[in-house]
């Protein structure tokens, strides 16, 4: 009986290739980055409308700093849930979805966020749409769709973590690897900005009267980059300063971006702390420095149950001619705070793409359904 349901559930999703793809252009064409809060909610009523159309017990979850959250439940099914993730935000600003629209050429389709992860929100919505119309075998499902996981998460967590215990498994739809590979490690990541203060004063009257913050934010940077530490997969880069007002003044403020990455086997608490002991110091007398935000992904480490939900994905997609391994990246996302509380946890398990956060991010279009099929299968085989 399970394998007639997998093959009905295959078969509607093949069947349904024409709506997820108009369901894609239309979430692609639309500007949702994680500081645009209208655009975000826009993506929130379009998958909102999508789950309720489709027959799910859908929710709204209002945020007030980001984009709106959404979630939605299968009303049928035995035991503990299986959790859908994904997000609606993107990296890239106001204008870009008008700049570059939606478009396929041949077996790839372009446009912003069309990877990560427009597309793997419309897996996740058709999966669950078909699961709940032909498979009365499926466990209970549940998706969350979020609207701030391209800053770590900050309004969205709870309702992650909250959502994730208990699960018997979370697929998270970031993109499949360009080997189409799915991921089964992932580096956790600080995202620290902050600032310092000094005093001003005229760069060729009285410079001695000043404390330039320019020249203490550029011995922070300094011993920051000092924390690379490749052997042990640590790394951290300053990606944007700015700082004084003029040529002739010495600057009074500056302030600065920081990206550090690790994986799971690095004290977390004794890196955080490092880093927070280098930006507080004074490195300049009569200067001070402090943090002003601070974003947080965990690391996804491997555990004996993911690795067996990988096998159960593999054996699945093996069933549609499809080759899967589990990679290690560098990047963060949302899976980490999943497998921390526990559950198991299986990321990238999405529509294949990449050049992901650029403006050549690619998505294979024939990788729709059948990461679809993968996945459901998956689900019907717990």
């Not at 330039?212 to 920051?224: G, M, T």
């Not at 300053?238 to 003029?246: L, N, S």
């Amino acid at each position: 009986m399970r394998a007639a349901a997998g093959k009905a559930a295959c078969d509607w999703l093949a069947a349904h290739r024409g709506e997820m793809i108009e369901l894609l252009e239309a979430a692609v064409n639309m500007d949702s980055g994680s500081s645009y809060k209208a655009g975000a909610d826009g993506m929130a009523t379009l998958m909102e409308s999508t789950l309720k159309g489709a027959g799910l017990a859908t929710q709204r979850h209002a945020i007030a700093t980001h984009g709106d959250c959404v979630s939605a439940q299968s009303a049928r099914g035995e035991g503990t849930h299986v959790l859908l993730l994904g997000h609606m935000d993107t990296v890239f600003p106001v204008g870009t979805a008008a700049r570059r629209p939606f478009r396929i050429d041949g077996d790839l389709a372009y446009g912003p966020g069309v990877a990560d992860m427009k597309a793997g929100l419309v897996m996740n919505a058709f999966v669950a749409r078909a699961l709940a119309e032909v498979a009365a075998e499926a466990p209970p499902i549940q998706l969350l769709f979020t609207g701030d996981e391209e800053v770590a998460s900050p309004a969205s967590r709870h309702l992650t973590l909250e959502r994730a215990r208990g699960a018997r498994a979370v697929f998270n739809a970031e993109p499949g690897r360009p080997t189409g590979n799915v991921v089964t490690g992932r580096k956790g990541a600080f995202f620290i900005d902050f600032e310092v203060g000094g005093v001003a004063a005229h760069a060729g009257v009285n410079p001695h009267k000043g404390a330039s913050a320019i020249d203490a934010i550029a011995r922070k940077v300094v011993e920051l980059h000092q924390l690379n530490d490749p052997a042990n997969g640590i790394s951290a880069n300053v990606g944007t300063i700015q700082g004084g007002m003029t040529v002739n003044t010495v600057a009074d403020h500056a302030r600065a971006q920081l990206d550090v990455r690790y994986p799971g086997t690095v004290d977390r608490q004794a890196l955080h702390a490092k880093i927070l002991e280098i930006i507080q110091r004074s490195s300049v007398k009569n200067t001070h420095a402090h943090v002003t935000h601070e974003g947080i992904f965990f690391a996804l480490e491997p555990s004996a149950q993911s690795q067996e939900l990988l096998a159960r994905y593999q054996a699945c997609a093996a069933q549609l001619q499809m080759k899967v391994e589990g990679e290690f990246t560098g990047g963060s996302a949302d899976s980490g705070l999943t497998a921390s509380v526990g559950a198991p946890t299986l990321c990238a398990t999405g529509p294949v793409g990449g050049d992901v956060h650029t403006d050549r991010e690619w998505l294979r279009i024939d990788s729709l359904v059948p990461r679809a099929q993968a996945l459901a299968l998956t689900i019907l085989s717990l």
